[in-house]
DNA sequence: AATATATGCAACTTTTTGGTTGCGCAATAT
DNA sequence: ATATTGCGCAACCAAAAAGTTGCATATATT
């Protein structure tokens, strides 16, 4: 199963959940609670936040307490870099896409 | 069709699109000659990220040149910001769960 | 000990995706 | 004018995803 983090945010429920346990650990019951969803339907998405490794889990007595694994997120932003040293260094995108056109005109 | 920009990311053939087109103008045919794809599968990816409004248009003859709409990209970036308060502030994340619990057995 | 609760997991169903094929239209080339 | 090229679109298909149902297990309550 080759699941990435940007397989994992790409549900609005998912993304619902990891905004909720970003900074409480709650439990499926709990998270499942907060939104018009099964508790079965949460435990699956917490399946796939798993093996993206995104949670942490904490067992306290019969509860799993889940929360984000905060860190992991600092994956995404480290791929919105490359398009971030575009977008402040670049004036204005149509002159750009100009630009482009131009050079590729000139054979360059 | 409701589609966003997560939706649009979340497959690695158009992330790789979206880099490939960041800086660059590029028709459908010269994507797909970077991927081990045909020009239909491009065109569907192409399809999507329009929906997605991730997509300049230029028209120049029969061929069309699809550039990335940059600050689109800056969506995402916006939606990391909640986290990235959270990983700037946090010292530690096993220390962050033992509080969180701590807190809920005090029932605050 | 018996019952209730919290959870994960596996099977099944429905919907969505990613891809292919084939068609038609517009623009270039011969 | 005819053939070729670049493209989008619709129909189809296989694979994956999202959700539902039912069951097994572990902990808590009585």
Redesign the pocket.
Known sequence: ???DIF?AI?????RAILVLIASNA???????EQFN????????????L?ECELLD?T????????QLKIDKMKEVDQWLEQFKQIWENRFSQLDQVLINLKSKENGI
Chains 1, 2 share one sequence.
Not at 26 to 32: K, R
């Open positions: 199963m080759k699941r397989q790409a549900d609005p429920t998912r709650l439990t499926p019951n709990a998270i499942a969803t099964t508790r079965q339907a949460v435990s699956k998405h917490i399946k796939i798993n889990e067992k306290i007595g019969r509860e799993i307490y889940y």
